[in-house]
């Protein structure tokens, strides 16, 4: 990663690049961009949710960004929603910065697991490959979740090991 790259706090003025970013990674498409701005808009306004940001500098252009929330239900468990980093800034050790932020920031305040859901698909054979380098196992499949021959992946990572 870069030296002049922050890893912080997500605030209101990131959404515009946040959106830019997860349309320009085509995880959403550009006539999307409106809910997508509501739902994200929402999530970095919330204050139960941990939502980071990669950028060089405050205002600059958003290259990665992280959010998790917890599970209702379960003692101190939370979610990995999102992690996306721009496809021109990959692999530079940014996704292992902003995993590692989350995981400081929920010891911290005595959380005990992340739980992340993955697609099978090759096409995240290198997120499924970095999730396993930085101590998450893979403990759950659900086929044929997300289409027919795409598998729902669950990954876990106890932070008290």
Same mark, same amino acid.
């Given at each position: 990663?870069?030296?002049?790259?922050?890893?912080?706090?997500?605030?209101?003025?990131?959404?515009?690049?946040?959106?830019?970013?997860? @349309?320009?990674? &085509?995880?959403?498409?550009? %006539? =999307?961009?409106?809910? /997508?701005? $509501?739902?994200?808009?929402?999530?970095? #306004? !919330?204050?139960?949710?941990?939502?980071?940001?990669?950028?060089?500098?405050?205002?600059?252009?958003?290259?990665?960004?992280?959010?998790?929330?917890?599970?209702?239900?379960?003692?101190?468990?939370?979610?990995?929603?999102?992690?996306?980093?721009?496809?021109?800034?990959?692999?530079?050790?940014?996704?292992?910065?902003?995993?590692?932020? @989350?995981?400081? &920031?929920?010891?911290?305040? %005595? =959380?005990?697991?992340? /739980?992340? $859901?993955?697609?099978?698909?090759?096409? #995240? !054979?290198?997120?499924?490959?970095?999730?396993?380098?930085?101590?998450?196992?893979?403990?759950?499949?659900?086929?044929?979740?997300?289409?027919?021959?795409?598998?729902?992946?669950?990954?876990?990572?106890?932070?008290?090991?």
């Amino acid at each position: 990663m870069s030296s002049f790259t922050q890893i912080r706090e997500a605030t209101d003025q990131d959404l515009d690049g946040i959106v830019r970013l997860v @349309i320009h990674e &085509e995880m959403f498409a550009p %006539d =999307q961009a409106d809910m /997508v701005t $509501d739902v994200l808009g929402d999530k970095i #306004f !919330d204050e139960d949710v941990i939502f980071i940001v990669a950028a060089p500098s405050v205002q600059d252009e958003i290259l990665g960004f992280i959010f998790a929330e917890p599970r209702a239900t379960a003692d101190r468990v939370w979610e990995i929603v999102m992690l996306v980093v721009h496809s021109d800034h990959a692999h530079q050790g940014i996704e292992v910065e902003l995993l590692q932020r @989350i995981e400081t &920031e929920l010891t911290d305040i %005595d =959380q005990r697991l992340i /739980v992340i $859901d993955a697609s099978s698909n090759s096409e #995240f !054979d290198q997120i499924r490959a970095l999730y396993e380098s930085e101590g998450y196992d893979c403990e759950g499949r659900v086929r044929d979740y997300w289409e027919d021959g795409d598998d729902l992946l669950t990954y876990r990572k106890h932070l008290f090991q």
